[in-house]
């Protein structure tokens, strides 16, 4: 606020100019990585609308509350493979991306229980289909006890999104564009990154058949 205010000429100077902030990012909680086998034992006892979600994304990398939930199936493009990200919490947020085989068939399985007939909505709240679903810790928590598995934010699938596609051997610059990141890297690099997103995905599901068979 200081900072702000300086800029703003309402101040002539911060007096934290010289201060040195703490390392925030060191105190943070890491993220739970799922394993493929712990992707396994929570689809199995998931239910389809959850099953669905995790899925998208496992596959996609979406912010669940700003990207996922909100999600239209106009967005959803089966034929040219990709879901268009229209609104998220900045502009480097909204993107196109590409939809793997394994996420296209899971919606479409979900599409024909419920689909645009019923709501415009990927994931309605069923007792008032005009709206979209808030949240889903009660499922979630669920299936993670079914699945033995021990409770982690469901937000932290995006993470695991990102550490697949790394792991697969997409670019860093790559990773942070497919998930929405806005840096001066990305920027810089925005354009260069679009054409080889599809690839990205390709590389994903090579990596997923050799995982778990």
């Known amino acids: 606020m200081m900072k702000l205010a300086e800029?703003?000429?309402l101040i002539?100077?911060?007096?934290?100019?010289e201060v040195e902030f703490l390392e925030e990012r060191s105190g943070r909680r890491q993220p739970h990585i799922l394993?493929?086998?712990?992707?396994?034992?929570?689809?199995a006892v998931a239910s389809l609308m959850l099953r669905a979600l995790i899925v998208l994304l496992l596959e996609t990398g979406l912010r669940i509350g700003r990207e996922a939930l909100p999600l239209k199936w106009e967005d959803v493009n089966f034929l040219g493979g990709s879901i268009v990200v229209r609104q998220s919490k900045s502009l480097a947020g909204r993107r196109c991306i590409p939809l793997s085989e394994t996420c296209k068939a899971e919606l479409l399985k979900w599409r024909s229980i419920t689909g645009p007939k019923v709501s415009p909505y990927v994931f309605p709240n069923m007792h008032e289909p005009a709206v979209h679903l808030k949240g889903v810790r009660k499922p979630w928590v669920k299936a993670l006890?079914?699945?033995s598995i021990s409770y982690f934010p469901i937000y932290n699938l995006r993470a695991t999104f990102a550490s697949r596609l790394s792991a697969a051997g997409a670019p860093d610059n790559m990773v942070a564009g497919m998930l929405g990141h806005s840096s001066v890297s990305i920027v810089n690099t925005y354009a260069k990154v679009d054409e080889f997103r599809g690839e990205a995905i390709r590389k994903l599901e090579t990596l997923r058949a050799t995982s778990v068979n």
Do not use: V
Not at 12 to 17: A, I, K, V
């Open 35 to 43: 394993t493929w086998d712990e992707e396994k034992r929570a689809l």
């Open 145 to 147: 006890k079914a699945a």
């Open 7 to 9: 800029k703003q000429r």
């Open 12 to 17: 002539s100077r911060s007096p934290f100019n």
